[in-house]
């Protein structure tokens, strides 16, 4: 589906390639590069359904949304909000529930394995990380 000021379409999209930071689609039905502007900066939606199964311990952005951060040492940092996409790594947006007893509302917090991410529990909704809480 493609969306543009609010409304929501669904298109065909008949083939696609990386370019940049970015995508090139051929959608059905646009042939030319007029009618293709039209689309340009728009949002894409995909359901859910059609996206492929992922492997043991892999994981879609959407998955760790709303998941509990705590830390090794039992330590409640909040929810997960929101990634942010860095470049060199993906970072957890954690927000608490009103400010701690560090006075953080808010941490980020990178997306690392095994140094900082020390466990995903998927069915329990919760990742343990190894992350200082007043930082």
Same mark, same amino acid.
């Given at each position: /589906?493609?969306?543009?000021?609010?409304?929501?379409? +669904?298109?065909?999209? $008949?083939?696609?390639?990386?370019?940049?930071?970015?995508?090139?689609?051929?959608?059905?039905?646009?042939?030319?590069?007029?009618?293709? /502007?039209?689309?340009?900066?728009?949002?894409?939606?995909?359901?859910?359904?059609?996206?492929?199964? #992922? &492997?043991?311990?892999?994981?879609?952005?959407?998955? #760790?949304?709303? /998941?509990?951060?705590?830390?090794?040492?039992?330590?409640? #940092?909040? +929810?997960?909000?929101?990634? /942010?996409?860095?470049?060199?790594?993906?970072? #957890?947006?954690?927000?608490?529930?009103?400010?701690?007893?560090?006075?953080?509302?808010?941490?980020?917090? &990178?997306?690392?394995?095994?140094? $900082?991410?020390?466990? $995903?529990?998927?069915?329990?909704?919760?990742? +343990?990380?190894?992350?200082? &809480?007043?930082?």
């Amino acid at each position: /589906m493609i969306g543009q000021q609010g409304k929501w379409q +669904t298109l065909e999209v $008949v083939d696609w390639r990386r370019h940049n930071k970015g995508f090139i689609a051929k959608i059905a039905q646009v042939n030319d590069r007029d009618e293709a /502007m039209a689309y340009t900066h728009a949002e894409i939606s995909v359901d859910s359904a059609q996206l492929p199964e #992922l &492997p043991q311990g892999e994981f879609y952005w959407r998955d #760790l949304i709303g /998941m509990s951060v705590v830390t090794d040492k039992g330590y409640n #940092l909040g +929810t997960v909000d929101d990634l /942010m996409e860095t470049g060199s790594n993906d970072v #957890l947006v954690v927000k608490a529930n009103s400010k701690d007893a560090f006075g953080q509302a808010e941490r980020l917090i &990178p997306f690392l394995t095994d140094s $900082v991410i020390k466990e $995903v529990k998927y069915e329990a909704r919760e990742i +343990t990380v190894d992350w200082d &809480p007043g930082f």
